[in-house]
Antibody, heavy 121, light 106 residues
């Protein structure tokens, strides 16, 4: 079965760090850009970060620049998001998403179920 | 940064109705626009990409149109499964989502 499964979410204090992981199965991620999208429960979607197939290009929403870092390990068929200096406003359900095509068109055709991150003291 | 604005934010309709949701970009994005459907408790599902290309497996009652700064998603005849929240997304410059449009049963 083709799927993405996120892990690593949880409760973290403001200023703390967390590393999210996304494991792909049923396909290989090595030809696709991959992304993180978050959603505050009951609110809308926000693209957080994306990374090209070869890690040559990365992008971040302004609110996480300098604090979050996206990476991938194609050999492990996995995507990661290192989150540092976390803030209450980072509280959300974090989705891993696969690019729809083997190009730089960053739309998403496969999503994981999400992992919940709560930033609170 | 490119901002995406959807309208209406909420709409009420009945099974069989034809509905249209509009998405406007703060600057031209060509045809680099996607539409997603999200049901409660589920991740989003891709419906349309490149403004008007239907994703494989998506029913033909869904259609998209537009280019530049104004885009529409149309559902030709609403089915019970279609009551959900719909998001547009630009991918001309990185990515930005609209705020969503919730489609409710009248």
């Amino acid at each position: 079965e083709v799927q993405l499964v996120e892990s690593g979410g949880g409760l973290v204090q403001p200023g703390g760090s967390l590393r999210l992981s996304c494991a792909a199965s049923g396909f290989t991620i090595d030809e696709y850009a991959m992304h993180w999208v978050r959603q505050v429960p009951g609110k809308g979607l926000e693209w957080v970060s994306g990374i090209s197939w070869n890690s040559g290009t990365t992008g971040y929403v302004d609110s996480v620049k300098g604090r979050f870092s996206i990476s991938r390990d194609n050999g492990k068929n996995s995507l990661y998001l290192q989150m540092n200096s976390m803030r209450a406003e980072d509280t959300a359900l974090y989705y891993c998403a696969k690019n729809g095509v083997k190009s730089d068109d960053w739309y998403f055709d496969l999503w994981g179920p999400g992992t919940l991150v709560i930033v609170s003291s | 940064d490119i901002q995406m604005t959807q309208s209406p934010s909420t709409l009420s309709a009945s099974v069989g109705d034809r509905v249209t949701i509009t998405c406007r970009a703060s600057q031209s994005i060509g045809s680099w626009l996607a539409w997603y459907q999200q049901r409660p408790g589920k991740p989003p599902k891709l419906l349309i990409y490149k403004a008007s290309t239907l994703q494989t497996g998506v029913p033909s009652r869904f259609s998209g149109s537009g280019s530049g700064t104004e885009f529409t998603l149309t559902i030709s005849s609403l089915q019970p499964d279609d009551f959900a929240t719909y998001y547009c997304q630009q991918y001309n410059s990185y990515s930005t989502f609209g705020q969503g449009a919730k489609l409710e049963i009248k």
